[in-house]
């Protein structure tokens, strides 16, 4: 077992970790009443920035040797991971009504699932 296998394995770990967080913080949320969102906003924010680090090291170890098709959905798998993250950002914010707050969770649970749906695809093409 060498080094680089230790690290892509703690980085997929982190992005899934990530991804739980972020999108299990969303469900909550949307289940629980988002002025919940306040209590555990710190781990929204440390999930997304999990995702963003691990996931550009991953792209960055792909890119180079990438198979047909992974380039445009890589690409819509990182616009709606980004809808993600900057909905869970800014469902803590002050300012937002509370039907505007759960119109954007919903949105964003939405996005997540495309967004998991995508990362199962991506990683097994061949």
């Known amino acids: 077992m060498d080094l680089m296998f230790v690290v892509n394995t703690v ?7 990530g991804a739980i967080t972020v999108l299990g913080g969303l469900f909550r949320a949307q289940i629980s009443g988002l002025p919940a969102v306040d209590e555990y906003r710190h781990w929204l924010t440390a ?3 999990a995702l963003v680090a691990s996931g ?6 792909k890119m180079s040797a990438a198979p047909r098709g992974w380039h445009i959905l890589i690409g819509i798998k990182i616009l709606l991971g980004l809808h993600v ?3 869970a950002l800014l469902l803590g914010r002050a300012g937002l009504s509370e039907a505007r ?4 969770a919903r949105g964003a649970i939405v996005s997540g699932w495309i967004v998991v749906l ?3 695809v ?5």
């Open 11 to 17: 980085l997929r770990w982190a992005h899934m970790a």
């Open 47 to 49: 999930g997304a920035l």
């Open 56 to 61: 550009s090291w991953q792209f960055v170890q």
């Open 85 to 87: 993250i900057a909905v």
């Open 101 to 104: 707050r759960a119109r954007m």
């Open 118 to 120: 995508l990362g199962a």
């Open 122 to 126: 991506v990683h097994n093409l061949k």
